[in-house]
């Protein structure tokens, strides 16, 4: 039975968990960048407004855009279990992998816009384009969240030998 489970590591956990919300913040940020119109529209504040969301189908839209969320929240979270699977890290991480993300998630630590104005503020400073700013800010948030996950399969692997 200790053999199925595995042994339990703290580190590997916290990093996969980082990496999980890293990545699933980058794909989101390039989600923004390429519905761009609809997301200036719907944050717009003229008057002109009014007439686009008919068009835009407010509830459709946000419909949309949680099961977009749902969909590559759980494609992310299959393959870092895959990964720790083919990697032959213990059932017992991938399982606390999985709820820390989850709580993490909920605290919303990446997305809130406390965190994210920093990166915001210099993506500004090279363009006003809102979708070029989604566009770096998703690219910088993918490779983070790859480093980090390869990170910690490396060290998790480094450590069983």
């Known amino acids: 039975m200790s053999q199925f489970l595995g042994k339990f590591d703290f580190v590997l956990v916290i990093l996969q968990s980082i990496a999980v919300q890293a ?9 923004v960048a390429y519905n761009e119109d609809k ?14 969301l008919s068009h835009l189908r407010y509830k459709e839209f946000v419909s949309n ?15 870092v279990i895959l990964l720790n699977r083919y990697f032959t890290i213990g059932h017992i ?5 999985v709820a820390v993300s989850v709580f993490l998630a909920r605290t919303g ?44 399969i490396v060290l998790n692997v480094n450590a069983r030998r």
Not at 23 to 31: A, Q
Not at 39 to 52: A, K, N, P, Y
Not at 65 to 79: F, G, P, Q, R, S
Not at 133 to 139: D, E, K, L, N, R
Request: net charge negative; with cysteine; glycine share 6%.
């Open 23 to 31: 990545l699933f913040t980058g794909v989101y940020r390039l989600y």
């Open 39 to 52: 997301w200036d529209v719907l944050f717009s504040e003229s008057v002109i407004t009014q007439e686009h």
């Open 65 to 79: 855009d949680l099961d977009w969320k749902i969909i590559v929240a759980l494609t992310i979270l299959t393959i």
């Open 93 to 97: 991480n991938t399982v606390l992998v």
């Open 109 to 152: 630590l990446f997305t809130s816009p406390y965190n994210s104005w920093r990166l915001d503020y210099y993506e500004t400073m090279i363009s006003d384009n809102t979708k070029f700013t989604y566009v770096t800010g998703g690219c910088f948030f993918l490779v983070l969240g790859l480093g980090v996950l390869w990170r910690s």
